[in-house]
T-cell receptor, first 115, second 111 residues
Framework: DPKIIQKPKYLVAVTGSEKILICEQY?????MYWYRQSAKKPLEFMFS???????DNQTASSRFQPQSSKKNHLDLQITALKPDDSATYFC??????????????FGEGSKLTVL | QQQVRQSSQSLTVWEGETAILNCSYE??????FPWYQQFPGEGPALLIA???VSDKKEDGRFTIFFNKREKNLSLHIKDSQPGDSATYFC??????????WGSGTKLIIKP
């Protein structure tokens, strides 16, 4: 059974619309992340959350907004979609400790295509 | 500026050979270097990792060789098999405990 559930697996959107990518993790981890993968940037860090608080944001655009309603949830809202946003978005989690982040566990990704 | 660099975008080797994937980094403060393996349609998964206090880490057919002075490391896959065909990401942990990722090497094992 997958321990990190991402929904939907595939989605198609029109330019200018808004979408929400869902992520739930059942590993009991206290840190969650969003990454983006496209042909241009193989693996790009976007956000990190720890205990539901934003720790790091490497995304320049405010069109990307993470939302954490529960400890094991980290959704990603994307507004005013552009074709350049087409990518696979990966949610990940880890158990933070004194030594920093532990092993990252990734979900299977949500592949977004913006027409 | 790319802080973690993987020298090859792709690499093809024959089944049974040793595949060698190279990685270099710029910041001497990096202290932990994981390699992640990604199959098509899946997220990356941790394969093997090394800390900067070691110069070698072995796990079955996978070995990391680490050279702190030269700031480079390599992943050796011994007796490579078609099932090892995947994209391999080298990463490094920085001072703020975030991972800095390389751009990945797509490995193809020919039977």
């Amino acid at each position: 059974d997958p321990k990190i559930i991402q929904k939907p697996k595939y989605l198609v959107a029109v330019t200018g619309s808004e979408k929400i990518l869902i992520c739930e993790q059942y590993l009991g981890h206290n840190a969650m992340y969003w990454y983006r993968q496209s042909a241009k940037k193989p693996l790009e860090f976007m956000f990190s959350y720890s205990y539901q608080k934003l720790m790091d944001n490497q995304t320049a655009s405010s069109r990307f907004q993470p939302q954490s309603s529960k400890k094991n949830h980290l959704d990603l809202q994307i507004t005013a979609l552009k074709p350049d946003d087409s990518a696979t978005y990966f949610c990940a989690s880890s158990q933070e400790g004194l030594g920093g982040i532990g092993q990252l566990y990734f979900g299977e990704g949500s592949k977004l295509t913006v027409l | 500026q790319q802080q973690v660099r993987q020298s090859s975008q792709s690499l093809t080797v024959w089944e049974g050979e040793t595949a060698i994937l190279n990685c270099s980094y710029e910041n001497s403060a990096f202290d932990y270097f994981p390699w992640y393996q990604q199959f098509p349609g899946e997220g990356p998964a941790l394969l093997i990792a090394i800390r900067s206090v070691s110069d070698k880490k072995e796990d079955g057919r996978f070995t990391i060789f680490f050279n702190k002075r030269e700031k480079n490391l390599s992943l050796h896959i011994k007796d490579s098999q078609p099932g090892d065909s995947a994209t391999y990401f080298c990463a490094a942990r920085g001072g703020n405990y975030q991972l800095i990722w390389g751009s990945g090497t797509k490995l193809i094992i020919k039977p």
